[in-house]
């Protein structure tokens, strides 16, 4: 059999009696963590954030080299695409509407403390055995740990839909309110009746640019990462399962997905952190 494989008898029977180190015991638990994690989410995790999860949910401190390492030899990838990002991008020209642009172009997403900036939007999603059926999402994110504040959904976008949405979140969070709350300049935004609620509320409502995405990007990231992250690997059939999804999804978003932008905690730790200190 040596003769066989291509070694000698010699570092076979070395091979044989060799004892296993404490480093590759450690790989192993490793490898069966990251299996587990990954495949309970659609193996969405990059090195960076499985790097993370694992110096934060287990007893080993790793690098995010060795993460790497162990993946790669196991053929262990992640599902999502990495954007590529236009570094070329022209800078777009100040215009007042919108409370979140900076002069020099960039945005404002990273508010010093929760209800200081609130941003929402709405995304169309499909079900149904031929695809074609139609809901729309809305939602309400607070930019500074990115949870998801309120949801709602109908047939059709509407100043009901966002309505309703907005007075939950409202609700949800005992009545505290943003000083400003961002959307796009789509009609149910601009609305009568959805400008009136803000006003009597007291919320600045600061607008995108038209044809601008990129100045609503963090309602673009989340919904890109809804997408990609749980509805590429569902079907659902029907309103109600594609609303259970919806569900399930938030909830993780909001009380288990640890975030490397948050020091490696969750939006609710990151959130009750904030009003802990402030207490």
Not at 45 to 73: D, F, K, L
Not at 165 to 181: F, S, V
Not at 230 to 256: M, Q, R, T
Request: with cysteine; charged share 25%.
């Amino acid at each position: 059999m040596c003769a066989y494989i291509g070694v000698s008898r010699a570092a076979y029977y070395k091979w044989t009696h060799r004892k296993i180190t404490a480093r590759e015991l450690e790989n192993d638990a490793i490898l069966t963590y990251i299996i587990k994690r990954q495949e309970s989410n659609n193996y969405i995790y990059g090195v960076r954030t499985m790097t993370m999860y694992i110096n934060v949910e287990t007893p080993y401190h790793v690098s995010q080299g060795r993460v790497r390492r162990i993946m790669r030899s196991h053929g262990i990838y992640s599902s999502i695409r990495v954007a590529k990002r236009d570094r070329k991008a022209e800078k777009k020209e100040f215009i007042l509407a919108n409370k979140l642009l900076r002069e020099d172009g960039s945005h404002d997403f990273t508010p010093e403390r929760p209800n200081i900036t609130w941003a929402t939007d709405c995304s169309e999603l499909r079900f149904g055995v031929d695809i074609k059926q139609r809901l729309r999402l809305s939602a309400i994110k607070d930019l500074y740990d990115g949870s998801i504040l309120a949801w709602d959904v109908a047939g059709t976008e509407t100043t009901q839909l966002v309505t309703a949405t907005m007075t939950k979140a409202l609700k949800a969070n005992h009545g505290l309110k943003p000083e400003i709350l961002h959307s796009d300049q789509g009609s149910v935004y601009t609305s009568r009746a959805y400008n009136t609620l803000l006003t009597g509320n007291g919320i600045t409502h600061s607008m995108s640019r038209p044809g601008t995405p990129g100045d609503n990007s963090p309602m673009e990231s989340f919904w890109s990462q809804f997408k990609t992250e749980e509805l590429a690997f569902k079907h659902p059939l029907s309103e109600i399962e594609l609303i259970a999804i919806i569900k399930k999804y938030i909830n993780w978003h909001n009380k288990e997905r640890r975030q490397l932008a948050l020091n490696g905690m969750t939006p609710e730790e990151y959130r009750n952190h904030a009003v802990q200190e402030s207490a």
